[in-house]
């Protein structure tokens, strides 16, 4: 039987069958194989290693003719843009063909039969697998290395299998083990395996003789020492410097200068400095002591920066960077005039909250200068390590501190502000939870006495003014979530970007390039066709590159004597606008309506449409739709079913039809309880063949009952719609109170309706 797999090309690397290994795959090209094979293949990918590890550019004619069937047990995808992914062995099979793949042109298609086991003799192959393992055990203890294959190989009675774990566990050559692969018979590999086992087992006695002489020569450096302590005594009588000494000392008087209260601490750098003394230059772990004394002496253990506590001072620096944000400012004073009256009250957790580029960063480092506060920014997307945040012991090799420790040494003080960015986007796997790990950290009733695992010793960390940042409060562990102070910051309207640009980013770019608002001048009507035309964001940061581009075009082209960009030269410079109410459908189709959503990048308009033809009475849908959103369809289809008679729909419809909803800007996953009175409106649009305007839109949760429910993110959802053109929103009566959130210019230009009961929205709509 003939089949075909997608191939992944390994180097310097082989896979045997029942054997696993971790990759960290940073070609794109390989990555993409992983991808399709978990799309389309179950997982299961072709794994062919190269004959000549040398080559570059290999052809078909330099890959082997038998290679191993795969599965892909795991994939991660990391923050530096690598794969990690875990790969099985299946088994072996022969290649027949190789082509292009029919989607993925660069992409090899790989057709193979798999390969049979041939007949053998039973008990040579038992005598064989008893020897091997007899052999295994005497190599492992002779060697010195870790048993866990034994207790992989104990119980396995199958020579096929035993050959291929035990090769995979031996540190013989590429092309031997290539050799293995490719033969099929058990016996055969096991007879080469006797000999090959044989060959390390007598290779691992002679290394361990060698040192055992090794060991025996150690009594004659400790004599070497003693003569050397001695020398010592002898140069410091005749005058003369010892490097070593003079750093034992310098580590000493900066102890003394540290005036560190904690006497634990005092005493393990002091018993650390007194192991490099009596060390021998020669002995591998002194560059670890060395490394650890240089983390403890130069960590900020009381060292504390003066805060400002001149409140119209600290406002005065806030306006002065940021526009607005009111509420993330008022927290910020009301925190220095606490710490005004009682000097140890305790930092608030800050967590902003909100769409990329409305600046979350840039506010934190704000705060930190208003403050005199040093600042660290900690990223923490896609971490799934916890130790990077509490560092690793220093038992392993290349041992450090955590991003927190790391971060105040850096700072210097032990009262910076420490941002820890993009938090809801943490990953938990099999290797730890960080955001357990981060409780920790923020916990004013634990961070007290924080130890990384590296310093080992309790660090305070009360004195710290955290905050931090994520795109979406949904995604934020709820553990996590009820410590924190939740900020938002929402999109800003046209009128604040705009006012935003001529306060604070015009001013920034004359000044990075030299030039005045003589030089060239934006005016507001220009602005705004820029945001609108050439920008599609929450915030400002694809404004100011923009905005830059434009600038650096005209120094370029040296024109900067009182230049006025206007429309024409907009197009000259940036080309045909880019965005243009892209969410907008046309006109005139029954079956369509706009949900409104937030996304990472604010708020926006979501088209629904419906389809129906005819079926059974099944409802298909597509567009990256989740479970909760599943559901509403479910809630909204028994709510028409059930009201059938009032919305004039025959039975018919829903029993003859099959029905198929999708929601435009597929590539983008939806969830979340809001859609409910768009997709009813949607189906009774569709069954009642009667168009909605769309320059309507709408957001609420329907219930079975006919109730809208309240929703999030309204102002969010709002500032959207007004960015792409909606005039009339339907929003839940529930969501009244935070209209008055909702800027007074987005206010003028729409009109908003608050419904109880969806039969609101139907007389408005459809009678």
């Given at each position: ?16 069958p ?5 990759l ?35 052809e ?17 995808e990391l ?11 299946l ?5 027949t063909r ?19 086991i ?25 060697e ?32 031997r ?24 087992l007598?290779?691992a ?20 020492f ?8 002898i140069?410091?009588?005749l005058?003369e ?19 560190i ?38 960590l900020p ?25 009111k ?23 800050l967590c ?30 896609g971490?799934?390590?916890?130790a ?9 090799l290349g ?14 003080t032990?009262n910076?502000?420490?941002l ?15 955001s357990?790990?981060?409780l920790d ?13 590296y ?18 409060k ?8 009820d410590?924190?102070e939740?900020i938002e ?17 015009l ?10 608002i003589?030089?060239i ?10 945001i ?7 915030g ?5 590159r ?15 004597e ?7 030269m ?23 309506t706009?949900?409104?959503a ?13 389809c ?23 809630v909204?289809?028994?709510?028409i079913?059930?009201?059938?008679e ?9 029993k ?13 996953k ?10 009813t ?11 909605v305007?769309s320059?309507?839109?709408m ?37 009244h109170?935070?209209?008055i ?5 987005v206010?003028?230009k729409?009109?908003?309706i608050e ?13």
């Amino acid at each position: 039987m003939k089949n075909s797999l997608p191939v992944l090309l390994l180097k310097n690397l082989l896979l045997l069958p029942n054997q696993e290994v971790k990759l960290e795959l940073s070609n794109e090209l390989s990555q993409n194989v992983v991808f399709l094979s978990c799309e389309e293949y179950k997982n299961e990918l072709i794994v062919l290693s190269l004959k000549d590890q040398m080559e570059e550019k290999p052809e078909v004619s330099d890959l082997p003719d038998i290679a191993v069937v795969a599965k892909v047990k795991s994939k991660i995808e990391l923050p530096n843009g690598n794969l990690r992914v875990t790969l099985r062995g299946l088994f072996r099979a022969r290649v027949t063909r190789l082509s292009n793949h029919k989607k993925q042109k660069d992409i090899l298609d790989c057709f193979y039969e798999k390969m049979s086991i041939p007949p053998y003799d039973q008990i040579e192959a038992l005598a064989l697998l008893r020897k091997i393992t007899e052999l295994l055990k005497e190599y492992v203890n002779n060697e010195g290395v870790s048993n866990s294959i034994l207790n992989i190989v104990k119980d396995i009675k199958d020579l096929n299998k035993l050959t291929d774990l035990v090769v995979a566990f031996l540190p013989i050559s590429f092309a031997r083990k290539l050799l293995y692969v490719e033969e099929m018979n058990p016996v055969i590999r096991g007879r080469e395996l006797l000999s090959d086992l044989n060959l390390e087992l007598q290779v691992a006695k002679l290394e361990k003789h060698i040192e055992e002489k090794f060991q025996n020569g150690l009594e004659e450096s400790q004599k070497e020492f003693i003569l050397k302590e001695k020398l010592r005594e002898i140069q410091e009588e005749l005058g003369e410097t010892n490097f070593k000494q003079e750093e034992v000392e310098h580590y000493r008087k900066s102890l003394d200068d540290l005036q560190i209260q904690n006497e634990k601490v005092v005493l393990k750098i002091k018993n650390e400095i007194k192991k490099l003394e009596l060390m021998n230059e020669a002995s591998p772990e002194i560059s670890s002591i060395r490394n650890y004394l240089d983390w403890m002496i130069n960590l900020p253990w009381e060292k504390e920066s003066t805060d400002e506590t001149d409140l119209e001072v600290i406002q005065k620096k806030l306006d002065k960077t940021h526009y607005g944000l009111k509420r993330a400012k008022e927290k910020i004073i009301e925190y220095i005039a606490a710490k005004n009256r009682n000097e140890n009250v305790n930092a608030p957790i800050l967590c902003f909250i909100g769409p990329s580029g409305v600046g979350k960063t840039t506010l934190a480092k704000s705060i930190a200068d208003s403050l005199n506060k040093a600042f660290y920014k900690i990223s923490v997307g896609g971490l799934n390590d916890s130790a990077i945040l509490t560092g690793y012991r220093r038992t392993y090799l290349g041992s450090s501190p955590g991003k927190i420790i790391e971060g105040l040494k850096k700072c210097g003080t032990k009262n910076p502000v420490l941002l820890i960015d993009e938090v809801d986007k943490m990953v938990k796997d099999y290797k730890g939870d960080p955001s357990s790990t981060l409780l920790d950290i923020l916990d004013k009733e634990q961070n007290q006495n924080f130890v990384d695992h590296y310093i080992e010793e309790e660090f305070d960390l009360s004195h710290v003014f955290f905050i931090l940042t994520a795109n979406r409060k949904d995604d934020i562990p709820l553990e996590l979530l009820d410590r924190l102070e939740i900020i938002e910051l929402f999109s800003y309207t046209l009128e604040e970007k705009v006012w935003i640009t001529k306060k604070y980013l015009l001013p920034r770019i004359y000044a990075e390039h030299k030039l005045t608002i003589k030089n060239i001048r934006f005016s507001d009507a220009s602005l705004k066709e820029i945001i609108t035309c050439y920008t599609n964001e929450a915030g400002v940061r694809d404004l100011y590159r923009v905005l830059t581009n434009i600038v650096r075009k005209c120094i370029v082209k040296n024109v900067l004597e009182n230049v006025k960009v206007n429309h024409e030269m907009l197009l000259t410079l940036l080309g045909p606008s880019k965005y243009e109410n892209l969410s907008l459908i046309e006109k005139g189709y029954p079956g369509i309506t706009n949900a409104l959503a937030v996304t990472s990048r604010g708020g926006m308009v979501l088209p629904i449409e419906c389809c129906f033809y005819e079926g059974s009475g099944k409802i298909n849908s597509t567009g990256s739709i989740e479970k909760t959103m599943e559901e509403s369809i479910h809630v909204a289809i028994s709510y028409i079913m059930s009201h059938k008679e009032e919305f004039k729909i025959n039975d018919y419809f829903f029993k003859t039809k099959d029905i198929h909803i999708h929601m435009l800007e597929a590539d983008m996953k939806k969830d979340g309880p809001s859609a409910g009175v768009s997709i009813t409106t949607a189906l009774i649009s569709l069954a009642t063949n009667k168009v909605v305007n769309s320059t309507i839109a709408m957001t609420g949760e329907i219930t079975l009952l006919g109730f809208v429910k309240k929703v999030g993110g309204l102002k969010e959802k709002l500032i959207g719609a007004y960015h792409d053109g909606i005039k009339t929103i339907f929003i839940p009566k529930e969501n009244h109170n935070d209209l008055i959130e909702i800027p007074k210019e987005v206010l003028d230009k729409l009109k908003i309706i608050e419904v109880e009961k969806y039969a609101e929205i139907y007389q408005e709509l459809f009678q």
